[in-house]
């Protein structure tokens, strides 16, 4: 497919599913009452319902799927490895254990994003100051780095599980698997969102040449170190930001940016924003598939993104022509 | 253009390659970099392109400024290097893959919001033209042999359009045919501009560096070098010290060239 046309595509993606995700929900309302309670004609329960609880539910998650898939499509390129994701640098389990503990020890609201982010912040620091100690950056390092530290962080986890009591231990695994019920407050993930994307994008073509090694990158004219430095700590950023607002929602980070570019979009500079686009709104309607599929029940989104993405990743590898 | 290189040459892992190499490439000229397995041919074409590790024993300058410290799109507007061996990992088309090279001189412009990848059509048909790759255009580049890829990366160099070309052995994978087109190609892009342009590339063989370069370095891999004209430094009697083999003299057009004795 064509990028631009793609781009096209998937910002119509965006608005279906913004719709989708502000007209439904638990509380079932009629097409009618939500078109005026979004023209804001009526002030009633339904504009209560859609202006205050479902849009910014909605905006967290079109935030947080577009920083997750912005960061996974910024780590494959640079660790230059199909397999990694938003979460390679360890960034979830630092975050998982943070917040777990603060589950643990009763700590809730401000203080658990603030214990989360010290978690993602201490794995990433120990997993860069492993691998970039000394003048050779080795990526293998990195990769190896991050996935060791993220199974001692999961282990650690486990562990918390186990010694919880029972009521506290489905908060925890709702955490674990990526849940938005929580997410409210989307204002510094969209900033976030927009410098990672307008650094990322300022990037995007030294990050097309980076893919072909650091020698040839920089024959060709790349300045590799900054590059590679300014797309490392966006990309860390950009899933610190996003794990903080809903926990560790797996796959889309992995996912998203594997299916654009199985769709022939391998320039970055289109293949960004597509995946801040498809991200976004792939979250926004996991999680609106979360919020009602069950109800009254909420789901953790983390369960629909693997539900939805895998059969869709499968069927697209199927079909294309290159192993 | 000059480039002026001074100094000793150690490995990556510190072993002393040369222990006084002194190197004046100058336009017009074309050079051939021989040498055994392991002295040093790639290590010294990656200092001359400014990618090594700032090695403070070895000095390379252009036009009388530091290469190591150049600015990375200057510098690549004025040396390219074709590597040896290429960790690329590349989806795309033959095309993209040449357009690439132009990355040093295209810039942003507002009327090109999307950058260089449109940049210079005609002049990526030529460089492709020139490594007979027009009909390949559209296909995959990890769906080309070893010979067709040897031939996009040097289309890809030539995109670059540096004044000074480094090529780490550029007839390996190639049949014969493609063997003489690049040599040709550039030869003739030194002697139609012989103020702007010049070639190292790194031979193997001893029949093509007498009859199509002009000057001759050697690293013996034991601390020595010899630099000079060609015809000076590929006499029979060097060469077989060189490589430790006994050589046969085979004469084409008044200009010998060797191939080992059996």
């Known amino acids: ?323 | 253009m000059r480039l002026h290189c001074e100094g000793a040459l150690y490995s990556p892992d510190a072993r002393l390659l040369c222990r006084q190499l002194r190197l004046q490439v100058e336009a017009g000229q074309v050079w051939a970099l021989m040498g055994p397995n392991g002295s040093g041919k790639s290590t010294l074409l990656y200092a001359l392109a400014g990618l090594g590790a700032d090695s403070p024993a070895l000095k390379v300058n252009f036009q009388g400024e530091a290469v190591a410290s150049m600015e990375p799109k200057k510098r690549a507007s004025l040396i390219g290097i074709l590597l040896q061996q290429e960790e690329a990992i590349f989806w795309g088309s033959v095309a993209e893959y040449v357009m690439m090279g132009a990355y040093a001189q295209a810039s942003w412009q507002w009327n090109r919001p999307w950058g260089w990848w449109r940049a210079d059509e005609s002049r990526l048909q030529a460089a492709m033209a020139s490594m007979e790759l027009l009909n390949d255009a559209k296909r995959s580049y990890d769906s080309l042999s070893g010979g067709q890829r040897q031939r996009v990366r040097m289309a890809q160099l030539i995109m670059q359009q540096p004044s000074l070309m480094l090529l780490d052995e550029p007839l390996q994978h190639l049949d014969i045919h493609h063997q003489r087109q690049l040599l040709e190609f550039v030869t003739k892009r030194v002697s139609q501009h012989p103020k702007d342009h010049a070639v190292v590339m790194v031979l193997h063989d001893l029949i093509w560096p007498t009859r199509v370069c002009t000057h001759a370095l050697l690293l013996d891999g034991l601390g020595g070098a010899y630099a000079g004209l060609a015809s000076d430094v590929l006499t029979q009697p060097r060469l077989e010290r060189l490589f430790d083999c006994s050589l046969q003299p085979v004469s084409e057009k008044f200009k010998a060239g060797y191939v080992p004795a059996i």
């Open chain 1, 1 to 323: 497919m064509r990028p631009p046309i793609l781009l096209v595509l998937s910002a119509g993606l965006v608005l279906i599913s913004v719709i989708l995700g502000l007209s439904l929900g638990s509380a079932s309302l009629g097409g009618i009452e939500v078109f005026s309670a979004l023209l804001g004609q009526t002030k009633g329960l339904a504009f209560e319902i859609i202006w205050k609880l479902r849009a910014p539910r909605v905006i967290s998650a079109f935030a947080c799927g577009g920083l997750l898939a912005l960061s996974g499509a910024l780590l494959q390129a640079l660790l230059r490895n199909a397999l990694a994701d938003s979460y390679i640098l360890g960034v979830s389990g630092g975050a998982a254990l943070g917040s777990l503990l603060a589950i643990f020890f009763g700590l809730g609201g401000i203080l658990m994003h603030l214990t989360s982010l010290l978690g993602a912040l201490g794995a990433i620091a120990m997993v860069f100051l492993i691998s970039f100690r000394q003048a050779g950056w080795n990526m293998d390092r990195l990769i190896l780095c991050g996935v060791v530290l993220s199974s001692g962080l999961s282990a650690l986890c486990s562990l918390i599980l186990v010694l919880a009591p029972g009521i506290q231990v489905k908060g925890m695994l709702f955490w674990l698997m990526g849940d938005l019920s929580y997410a409210d407050q989307p204002g510094l993930a969209f900033v976030v969102l927009l410098f990672v994307f307008g650094l990322s994008m300022s990037l995007s073509s030294p990050l097309d040449l980076m893919g072909l090694g650091e020698a040839k990158a920089r024959s060709l004219g790349v300045r590799w170190r900054g590059a590679q430095i300014g797309l490392f700590l966006a990309a860390a950023f950009a899933t610190v930001a996003a794990v903080i607002l809903g926990g560790a929602i797996g796959f889309v980070g992995l996912m998203v940016p594997h299916a654009i570019r199985l769709m022939g979009v391998r320039h970055h500079r289109f293949l960004l924003p597509v995946a801040v686009l498809i991200g976004g709104s792939f979250l926004v309607i996991a999680d609106t598939g979360a919020r009602t599929v069950w109800a009254p029940q909420q789901l953790p989104v983390g369960v629909f993104t693997a539900l939805m993405g895998v059969p869709f990743m499968l069927w697209l590898l199927m079909r294309s022509k290159r192993a």
